[in-house]
């Protein structure tokens, strides 16, 4: 038995593999600073957690917890309360209240800012804490502090900062802000609140197993005092999550025995279940029933055996049709009129575009039937002309795009060059014709046969 007993105490001895006091006092104080570097961090770490619940993807959120410097002050307070260390506590606190304040304003920015509103199930999974949190918190704390006060450094740390979450209630609570939602604001503080505490607490119990050197000694009073204290506030802070677990479990036990009721009591061959609606808070049961309607006995009867089945106080409202037939043609005659009413939907916003085609088309082309008239004017003014052409092209907006438009174009022969002066205000004139804003304008140079033969001479 002596053996058994050297050998477990061997096995599960924490003071084989422990760390210096001096080397665990400098981890503990350096981790709880926050400045510098790591404060950039803890912002980005944020951003990334919020976008995490945003989009409901678990492993962004795993991501930031791993880089998240949180962990740091919250233990540095359990360091300064297992030892006595008052100005640890105090400097611990204040980096603890900085982090949770820079935390909490970049959380609600992002969240101000985003498109995506939807509270998605990671958020939602952080509103409403329960004594299952205060044992996560409590448990992991404890596997954080035996971590840093080994020898020889491992991963329990990033895994502790997954497990307890530290980060995604601050960023629950700034979706909060943000959006107004004050019941998601206050569960997820209430649920970092649980962290930070019992992380502490957990500190300050293996700080006190371990037997670490206090900073400096103080009489039994105070110490007490600190103890009653330390009682207080853990007792403060898990009695409402024992409330919530209780109210939790409850709901889950009347949901069970709820679906196990109403699968055992509506067993009819005529009539069927093809809705319930269950609220465990309302104690509110809602079942739709389709096929032959049940009578008042038969629901009185089954409404009677409620207490029975575990749902005392219950409400059970049946929602079922008046008629014991299903009238087929009406039913035939809804749907027809129905698809009806779609195609005449569709037909008639087919119409609607149709018509703006043709008045689109009619605009573009709207002064085409005055084109001998602008002719006959242009001829006027330039009796010299021949082989006039008036039509209207298509072509790209931009070059490497799509995106086509139609423009009128004048083209013409003339005997001799026209001027920039002469082009410009016949363009102009073509313009107020045709009541365009873009026009082409291309003047052709017939150059006479003798002038040909003198330029190859």
């Keep these: 038995m002596d053996r058994a007993r050297k050998t477990l105490s061997r096995r599960f001895s924490l003071q084989e593999d422990k760390a210096a006091d001096d080397v665990i006092d400098a981890s503990l104080r350096a981790g709880s600073e926050l400045k510098g570097a790591t404060a950039w961090v803890l912002i980005f770490a944020i951003f990334i957690a919020s976008i995490g619940l945003n989009v409901n993807s678990t492993a962004v959120i795993i991501g930031a917890m791993l880089v998240s410097p949180l962990m740091g002050p919250i233990m540095g307070v359990g360091y300064g309360v297992g030892i006595y260390d008052f100005k640890l506590i105090r400097k611990s606190l204040l980096s603890l209240a900085v982090a949770a ?8 920015l992002y969240f101000f800012v985003t498109p995506l509103t939807e509270a998605h199930s990671e958020l939602l999974a952080r509103t409403s804490p329960t004594i299952w949190d205060v044992l996560i918190a409590l448990f992991g704390g404890l596997a954080g502090i035996i971590g840093v006060t080994r020898s020889e450094k491992s991963n329990v740390i990033p895994g502790v900062a997954i497990a307890t979450a530290l980060m995604p209630p601050l960023c629950t609570a700034g979706y909060g802000l943000a959006n107004g939602r004050w019941a998601f604001f206050g569960g997820a503080i209430y649920l970092f609140a649980i962290n930070c505490v019992f992380i502490a607490v957990a500190t300050v119990i293996v700080i006190g197993y371990l037997g670490l050197t206090r900073r ?3 009489d039994q009073h105070i110490e007490d005092r600190i103890k009653r204290w330390l009682i207080g506030v853990v007792a403060f802070t898990a009695l409402p999550s024992v409330y919530l677990a209780y109210q939790l479990v409850g ?15 509506f067993r009819f061959e005529q009539t069927h279940v093809v809705e319930t609606v269950i609220n465990g808070a309302g104690k509110r049961i809602e079942v739709t029933l389709i096929g032959m309607p049940l009578g008042k006995e038969v629901l009185h009867d089954i409404e009677s055996r409620l207490d029975e089945a575990g749902l005392q106080g219950a409400v059970m409202v049946v929602h079922q049709s008046a008629n014991q037939q299903i009238d087929v043609t009406s039913l035939k005659a809804g749907i027809v009129s129905e698809l009806y009413r779609d195609s005449q939907k569709s037909i008639a916003e087919r119409d609607q575009q149709i018509q703006k085609l043709k008045a689109d088309l009619l605009s ?7 084109a001998v008239d602008i002719e006959r004017e242009l001829k006027a003014q330039y009796p010299e002309l021949h082989d006039v052409l008036i039509g209207q092209g298509s072509m790209s907006e931009s070059a490497g795009q799509q995106a086509q438009k139609v423009v009128p174009f004048l083209s013409m022969v003339s005997p ?7 082009q410009a205000r016949v363009k102009a004139w073509f313009m107020a014709r045709t009541k365009s804003t873009d ?3 291309f003047v052709h140079v017939d150059v006479p046969p003798s002038s040909k033969k003198a330029r190859r001479h």
């Excluded at 709901?251 to 009591?265: M, T, Y």
């Excluded at 573009?364 to 005055?370: D, E």
């Design 101 to 108: 304040t820079i935390s909490l304003l970049t959380s609600t």
């Design 216 to 218: 400096k000694a103080i």
């Design 251 to 265: 709901n889950a036990v009347f949901e069970s025995n709820a679906r196990k009721f109403i699968a055992q009591s």
């Design 364 to 370: 573009r082309s709207a002064w085409l039937p005055a």
């Design 416 to 422: 001799r060059p026209f001027s920039q002066s002469e």
């Design 439 to 441: 026009v082409r304008l």
